[in-house]
């Protein structure tokens, strides 16, 4: 494990390295890359939706079925072995946590099976996690971490957690206005709305601790989104940050589960190629303009004029409210699973590669995740010549 000269990150009894890797979808942190970012120290994340696309078996039972019932039974057992894989790989240290979106419809059955598989942590965010205290009642060991982008919407759950006798292990404060992925905004026009800067964010939380009657060492605060040097990091945990939480940076490592081409579409990202839109979960995302993604959005008004309920067109619900199935003119026309599972194979020309707006802390090129870790922690970089992914 790595040592770190930094105020360690205290979580349900473990003390840690103040590092949280970011749970990325589809199958982009799956078990070798979340089981080794935990067996350094820190806390690994497994995203939890659709990791059949992993298991070539699970893939070759359910890939041309429509049977939602079949898919999502069989996306547990995916889980579950991702889970059992990484916590081989981990070796007993760290934590491993399993991000779960509150806005997929499996999202209950998820938390369960996470908790049975042996996670340390469910981290949920895409939307309040405001029935995880009752989903996970016989699971007292298990972290849980609501990601969160704002003041008001930490107070929500604070309050709403409090009248359970339950207060979150930790929180993640997501920045909208620099991270990849569903931002916690409303809409386009509220990505960069000033309330979401971090230094705010914090200062707002720990004042509505004192209003609460929580202890500021009580509930750590994990800050991220545009996370990618060594400075940033000893800022924020100047102004009071417990840990840091990086998405991107992750996801390129040696040990990322994605497609060498996924890494290399994303490190070799310029600022011109990233653009924001709104996803079919009707949240703004942040992505690499990519072929699919730049003819999408030619059409997109269009698409959204002509937008109407329709069948679910891989088979299953994976979201809660779907701007394509449910007919939602004002969230994307496409069909997320699909667009991400080409991106995790790799495909560049068909795949959605989402993608933080910041630039990477080794540029373009692929390192591994100790290399990240020890830079992030002490400042120190490798030297930079290509390793290969």
């Not at 949920?124 to 029935?131: I, T």
């Not at 914090?202 to 929580?214: A, V, W």
């Not at 942040?286 to 999408?296: D, E, F, H, I, M």
Request: net charge positive; glycine share 12%.
């Amino acid at each position: 494990m790595l040592r770190t000269e930094f105020k360690r990150l205290e979580l349900k009894g473990k003390s840690l390295l103040p590092i949280v890797q970011g749970g990325m979808g589809v199958g982009i942190s799956a078990h070798r890359l979340a089981g080794s970012v935990a067996k350094l120290g820190a806390v690994g994340t497994i995203s939890s939706v659709d990791l059949r696309r992993h298991h070539p078996d699970l893939m070759a039972r359910t890939k041309k079925s429509r049977d939602k019932e079949l898919i999502d039974a069989t996306n547990l057992i995916a889980l579950d072995r991702e889970i059992m894989a990484a916590r081989a790989i981990a070796g007993g240290n760290g934590v491993l946590a399993v991000n779960i979106m509150r806005a997929v419809s499996e999202y209950a059955a998820y938390v369960r099976q996470s908790c049975e598989s042996g996670a340390g942590a469910i981290v949920v965010g895409a939307g309040l996690p405001l029935d995880l205290p009752e989903l996970t009642t016989d699971f007292p060991d298990v972290a849980l971490i609501p990601i969160l982008s704002d003041v008001r919407g930490i107070a929500l759950v604070l309050k709403k957690w409090m009248r359970k006798n339950r207060l979150p292990d930790a929180i993640v404060i997501g920045n909208p206005q620099h991270a990849g992925g569903h931002l916690g905004a409303s809409g386009l026009g509220a990505v960069n709305d000033p309330h979401f800067a971090l230094p705010l964010v914090l200062e707002g939380t720990f004042e509505l601790f004192r209003q609460l009657g929580i202890e500021r060492e009580r509930i750590p605060l994990i800050v991220g989104g545009g996370i990618h040097r060594h400075e940033q990091v000893r800022d924020l945990f100047a102004l009071g940050a417990s840990a840091v939480q990086l998405g991107t940076p992750f996801a390129v490592t040696l040990e990322g589960d994605a497609h060498p081409n996924f890494k290399k579409v994303l490190a070799e990202a310029t600022p011109e190629d990233i653009v924001t839109f709104m996803s079919c979960a009707g949240l703004p995302a942040r992505a690499v303009k990519t072929l699919w993604l730049s003819n999408y959005l030619d059409k997109e008004a269009k698409l959204q004029g002509m937008a109407k309920p329709r069948p679910c067109t891989v088979g299953f619900d994976c979201l809660v409210q779907c701007g394509l199935r449910d007919g939602i003119a004002k969230a994307g026309q496409f069909c997320i699973d699909t667009q991400l599972g080409f991106a995790l194979n790799g495909d560049v020309k068909r795949g959605l590669f989402f993608r933080g707006a910041e630039p990477l802390p080794f540029g373009s090129a692929i390192r591994s995740v100790r290399e990240l870790v020890n830079y992030l922690m002490s400042g120190v970089k490798p030297g930079l010549q290509l390793s290969a992914a």
